[in-house]
């Protein structure tokens, strides 16, 4: 059974930094891009960030460029967003997601929810 | 970049009617299409992709066509659970991608 577990969100002030984690079990993490799509409060899905396989690709939505980090550790089986300078708009439940080919979001993580306040 | 435009962005229905929702999209994506199914304070869930081809495990009462910039998805006879919110996805620019609004299906 595919798994996809988050971790790691919680309330930071504005301007502050913190690091989610997603856990993956149930099959072969090195073959797939991974993704973090992330949604604002009573809001729509917003994709963050992806990693290709081996991760020596990686993109950005505009808004977290030069602020949001993606990266993964494939012997752990595990994918992570590193979030720098946040700002209030980045108040939202982060998910990771495997993108099962061509961009098609076959399985997801059940979500972190990321408060940015003072 | 390539926006995409869902309609309505709600709408109210009774179980056994006939549902479509829309999506646009601000180029030609061919059919590199995607649709999720969402429910309260759940992750979303692949119903269709590629435009048209039914994930395993989804009900055949979801369908999906189109291609281009114009993309339908259909209920054939709304079902109990199914009331929930309908995300589109573009593909068409891998690795970047990009969510419609969403479209909120309600009890009548």
């Known amino acids: 059974e595919v798994k996809l577990v988050e971790s790691g969100g919680g309330l930071v002030q504005p301007g502050g930094s913190l690091r989610l984690s997603c856990a993956a079990s149930g099959f072969t993490f090195r073959s797939y891009w991974l993704s973090w799509v992330r949604q604002a409060p009573g809001k729509g899905l917003e994709w963050v960030a992806n990693i290709k396989q081996d991760g020596s690709e990686k993109y950005y939505v505009d808004s977290v460029k030069g602020r949001f980090t993606i990266s993964r550790d494939n012997a752990k089986k595990s994918l992570y967003l590193q979030m720098n300078s946040l700002r209030a708009e980045d108040t939202a439940v982060y998910y990771c997601?495997?993108?099962?080919?061509?961009?098609?979001?076959?399985?997801w993580g059940q979500g972190t929810l990321v408060t940015v306040s003072s | 970049d390539i926006q995409m435009t869902q309609s309505p962005s709600s709408l109210s229905a009774s179980v056994g009617d006939r549902v479509t929702i829309t999506c646009r999209a601000s180029q030609s994506i061919s059919s590199y299409l995607n649709w999720y199914q969402q429910k309260p304070g759940k992750a979303p869930n692949l119903l269709i992709y590629a435009a048209s081809s039914l994930q395993s495990g989804v009900p055949s009462r979801f369908s999906g066509s189109g291609s281009g910039t114009d993309f339908t998805l259909t209920i054939s006879s709304l079902q109990p659970e199914d009331f929930a919110t309908y995300y589109c996805q573009q593909s068409y620019t891998t690795p970047a991608l990009t969510f419609g609004g969403g479209t909120k299906v309600e009890i009548k």
């Open positions: 997601a495997r993108d099962g080919g061509y961009g098609v979001f076959d399985y």
